[in-house]
């Protein structure tokens, strides 16, 4: 099976001048787990909520940006990479997302909550045919 298999295509994707608590809003309002971090179009980071947020969840960036939030390079992975080998990169990776990109075009991400979703579902599937 490949990540693009079972990768998530809706990718919500912020720039990196874009303000922490600007940033934790859009995430509560559409109930994100993560953000894709952007620099004139070229990936430098994910940000989870829980980098976001401090004690009692609220953020606490401040007025700081994303960009200066951001904890290390981002993890990224090809579409056609087997989603095998992709489970021990969601493991070791803090934001527990990992971006997927096709010929260096964000096409997708992979999370472990989406991932087990999309396995369920299959075996669902699977088991009523």
């Given at each position: 099976?490949?990540?693009a ?5 809706r ?11 600007e ?10 787990q ?5 620099d ?60 997927v ?11 472990l ?17």
């Open positions: 099976m490949r990540v298999d079972v990768m998530e295509t990718v919500d994707v912020a720039e990196a001048s874009t303000s922490a608590n940033a934790w809003a859009h995430m509560q309002q559409h109930d994100l993560s953000l894709i971090v952007t004139a179009g070229r990936i430098v980071g994910i940000l989870g909520r829980a980098r976001l947020a401090g004690p009692g969840g609220q953020p606490h960036g401040n007025d700081r940006t994303l960009a200066e939030l951001l904890p290390h390079e981002p993890v990224t992975i090809p579409a056609e990479y087997p989603v095998s080998r992709a489970v021990g990169l969601l493991e070791g990776d803090l934001s527990g997302c990992v971006a990109l096709d010929h260096g075009r964000l096409v997708g991400v992979l999370t909550s989406g991932l087990l979703r999309r396995l369920a579902m299959r075996e669902a599937r699977r088991r009523a045919s």
